[in-house]
């Protein structure tokens, strides 16, 4: 029989943070084991069935895509900041192999034995990390609970048998754990179960802010100007760094026969037979296409040739790319607004007077989305290191209570689950904005929003840095904060739903945005580049730098 929390699933929730909160300031490693309890009873959207004897397989496929595959051979994770605390705590972690995962960025090294180093940028990744991996460790010894009476030569009627799963979930356990044949890819959960231990080195406040500023210090070199203004007005954006990068530097579309043939060979993930008429037909129809496939065209070039080709192409049209700038996994573009190649703009950018850009003085600074509080920390320095501000646009997944995947959200409030304020703004995005470029998804506007720790933090009862570069003193707590009237730049939010824990249609993460995803992805880039582009024409033909326009 499963058992049902007992008291409120909010409250809980509080309990599980405070619970491994507390224990990680251990100076020893703590037992993944002494969250379980803590996480089965906050009736996590993401793991309703943590109470249950029943494999959760959504729930374990979510967390094992946000571990690397080297995972069932890891005993022990370490949590830490910098090199430097890693080395002090003897762990010279510069000479380990690097380990990736399909569903975070966040910067691995794997000693090769059992012992997995973990960087984290913000206490967003402990909130992130540790359901994650509690998660794995309840699922992983549910299932080895059944499996472990099958013998090496179980095949995979008898796995479905002994885990009572039907062919799709076979599928999605194989592929969360690395694409195998599913009676391979079980065999380590059906050898043994897990007890995983968890290590924090002493993180700090101070360490994250060193982190935000050796990041701010690969960046700050190519965004000042020996000529004009030294420090140059800037549009920050928090998006990825492939839909402003196709937007404006042109390179996928200059390779549109390259790539569709590379496409019609290959058949990357099968989807030949539905793009290939996509790619035959007008450029409007062919672009979306053409962005998506880009990244598998680049990379099936094992020399790099085509991935340095891209950045030069870019570069020509206004686009700086910096990878991991200052030694920190976030990657950030500096896009100047006077040097972009009109020729090379997506048609769908082409707003009235584009020539006036010339006389424009201002950059983009697009960052690839970093996780949780980690934005906060990169937007505070460049809100300290740039010159004007004049616009702050973010874009990112959501989860949604109503849509469906795919769909776009566009907020004017917003509840932050880690100060407990109520923000309220004039977002400069509108339905009207987004609609014109979304062709199989919904665009909801004047809709609410709540910020959570981690995506496991959350159930069904249940903005700093944007604050700090208007107001003169720290942001308050549990308390409403009006943003409207006094934002001295344009502020825009942008969410596509990727998942719909509620629906009754559709189980959490049964499908994945993937090539599906380009379609809301871009509409949102669009909307924000139009927008900066449609500021800056403004402003240069007016010759007014105070010149703002209307959100709308």
């Not at 002494?34 to 967390?63: C, I, K, M, N, T």
């Not at 059906?190 to 700090?204: C, F, G, Q, Y």
């Not at 009235?352 to 010339?358: H, I």
């Amino acid at each position: 029989m499963e058992r049902k929390p007992p008291v409120q699933p909010a409250d809980e929730i509080d309990l599980y943070v405070r619970t491994y909160t507390s224990l990680l300031r251990s100076t020893g490693d703590v037992d993944v084991r002494a969250f379980e309890e803590a996480h089965a009873f906050s009736a996590s959207s993401l793991h309703e069935g943590a109470l249950s004897g029943d494999p959760d397989v959504s729930a374990f496929a979510y967390a094992a895509g946000r571990l690397p595959l080297e995972m069932p051979r890891v005993k022990r994770l370490v949590l830490g900041q910098s090199h430097e605390l890693f080395e002090a705590a003897g762990f010279d972690v510069r000479s380990w192999q690097i380990a990736k995962t399909r569903g975070r960025r966040r910067p691995l090294r794997w000693d090769g034995a059992d012992t997995l180093a973990v960087f984290i940028a913000s206490a967003s990744d402990i909130d992130d990390l540790v359901p994650i991996v509690t998660a794995y460790q309840i699922e992983w010894n549910k299932m080895h609970g059944r499996l472990r009476a099958l013998d090496a030569s179980a095949m995979r009627p008898d796995v479905a048998a002994a885990l009572g799963l039907d062919e799709g979930k076979l599928d999605k356990l194989a592929e969360a754990l690395g694409r195998q044949p599913v009676e391979v890819s079980l065999r380590p959960i059906a050898a043994a179960p897990i007890a995983l231990k968890v290590r924090m080195l002493a993180a700090s406040h101070s360490q994250y802010q060193r982190a935000a500023q050796r990041w701010w210090s690969g960046v700050e070199p190519v965004y000042m100007r020996p000529e004009g203004p030294r420090r140059p007005p800037v549009y920050f954006v928090s998006s990825n760094t492939h839909a402003i990068a196709n937007l404006v530097g042109g390179y996928a579309r200059s390779q549109a026969a390259a790539i569709t043939e590379w496409a019609r060979r290959d058949n990357p993930e099968g989807l030949w037979p539905e793009v290939g008429p996509l790619l035959a037909g007008d450029e409007a129809q062919a672009a979306p296409v053409l962005y998506y496939l880009l990244r598998g065209f680049i990379h099936a070039d094992a020399g790099g040739a085509r991935m340095r080709e891209a950045r030069g192409v870019e570069h020509k049209a206004g686009l700086s790319h910096l990878s991991t700038p200052g030694h920190v996994d976030v990657d950030a573009q500096i896009v100047e607004l006077s040097k972009l190649d009109m020729a090379c703009l997506d048609p769908r950018l082409r707003v009235p007077g584009l020539e006036a850009l010339k006389r424009s003085e201002a950059v983009i600074i697009n960052i690839d989305y970093p996780l949780g509080m980690a934005a906060y920390y990169c937007l505070s320095r460049v809100g300290q290191g740039v010159g004007e501000v004049r616009g702050v646009y973010i874009m990112g997944k959501a989860a949604t209570l109503n849509g469906r995947v795919g769909d776009v959200s566009l907020s004017g409030n917003c509840y932050d689950e880690h100060s407990r304020n109520t923000f309220l703004f004039r977002n400069a995005f509108s339905a009207r904005d987004v609609a014109p470029w979304l062709k199989h998804g919904s665009v909801f506007d004047n809709q609410s929003t709540l910020t959570v720790r981690s995506a496991f933090l959350q159930n069904r009862r249940y903005m700093g840095a944007f604050y700090e570069l208007i107001y003169p003193h720290a942001l308050p707590r549990d308390e409403i904060v009006h943003l409207s009237d006094k934002t001295p730049f344009d502020l825009g939010f942008l969410h596509y739903a990727s998942d719909t824990p509620y629906s009754r249609r559709q189980s959490l993460l049964s499908k994945s945005l993937s090539y599906f995803g380009v379609d809301s992805t871009y509409a949102c880039a669009i909307a924000i580049v139009r927008r900066i582009l449609q500021q800056e024409v403004a402003r240069a033909s007016a010759g007014d730098a105070s010149t703002k326009v209307p959100a709308t």
